[in-house]
């Protein structure tokens, strides 16, 4: 029987084809690979990959068909385990040779298996958990169960959406909750953060923020009218010689609440006498 494989339907989503020629699933969140090099600065998957230290033991809690944590494994030579609550994407990963616990991770029968999985090859350095936390019914109980795997000296590298960014605030002013197959209004998120709420969310649940980013997409009167991009401020402040790039980065950061579409924190289990400067979280 020839394998199956994977045709691009309407991105992020690839349709499962069997042999046969039958549709078997939809699988959301697949990619063949991470070119890391091929991917835009303003790319949350860049930025939170960077994050990651070479060579650590790592955790990705909803790693989806396996791409990012293959990258990991392969370009950081990371010792990886994965988490994921689709049996179909799972076993995508496990095709890619990492090894899947299947089950939601604020399941106790998941939390089991990685309690096992801790007591005989030690705690993690990192966990990663990218675009995960907002599928959640509670995030403070998992970000609190998270410290349990977690090394005391380990990172926990953890990216959301923003819901301030300024189309949700246009869309909510018109008075339209309309909920999608993908992106910010995902119809399956459960929990909805800013940038400073998530960052109080982590601090509450014991955690210290070391280091933060974000992507951004820019006010644009004609992306409003017409759906183009032309003429946005970040776009203007690029042109201007010399000085252009540090103006465009000083813009974008004094109105990220605004901008920001997704972001990322790095944040390592708070320890009373550290003396690392948190992350800018205005």
């Not at 899947?100 to 399941?107: A, E, H, L, R």
């Not at 007591?119 to 350095?125: I, R, S």
């Not at 000296?153 to 309309?178: A, M, N, P, Y």
């Not at 995902?186 to 509450?204: M, P, Q, Y």
Request: aromatic residues 12%; contains cysteine; glycine residues 4%.
């Amino acid at each position: 029987m020839a394998p199956d494989f994977f045709s691009l339907s309407s991105a992020p989503f690839y349709t499962k084809i069997s042999a046969d020629g039958s549709v078997a699933c939809m699988i959301k969140y697949h990619q063949d690979s991470i070119d890391f090099d091929s991917l835009h600065a303003n790319n949350i998957d860049r930025l939170q990959l960077s994050m990651v230290p070479g060579s650590s033991h790592l955790l990705e809690v909803g790693c989806a068909t396996g791409y990012m944590i293959e990258y990991l494994a392969r370009e950081k030579q990371c010792k990886v385990m994965a988490v994921e609550a689709d049996e179909d994407q799972a076993n995508v990963a496990r095709k890619r040779g990492i090894d899947v616990i299947t089950g939601f991770i604020d399941d106790p029968a998941t939390q089991h298996s990685l309690e096992v999985y801790t007591q005989e090859n030690g705690l993690f350095q990192v966990i990663f958990m990218s675009q995960v936390i907002e599928h959640i019914r509670d995030p403070a109980a998992t970000l609190c169960a998270l410290k349990n795997w977690l090394h005391p000296d380990g990172f926990l590298i953890i990216s959301t959406c923003s819901i301030v960014h300024w189309k949700c605030r246009l869309q909510i002013l018109l008075g339209k909750w309309e909920y999608q197959d993908y992106g910010i209004f995902d119809r399956t998120h459960l929990r909805f953060f800013t940038i400073k709420s998530f960052a109080n969310l982590l601090n509450e649940c014991g955690y210290k923020a070391i280091d933060f980013n974000y992507t951004f997409e820019d006010i644009c009167p004609f992306k409003i009218l017409f759906d183009t991009r032309i003429l946005a401020p970040s776009d203007l402040l690029r042109l201007i010689p010399f000085v252009g790039i540090r103006l465009r980065k000083m813009y974008t950061d004094l109105f990220k609440n605004l901008l920001a579409t997704q972001f990322v924190y790095k944040a390592e289990i708070f320890k009373e006498l550290s003396n690392k400067a948190p992350a800018d979280t205005k």
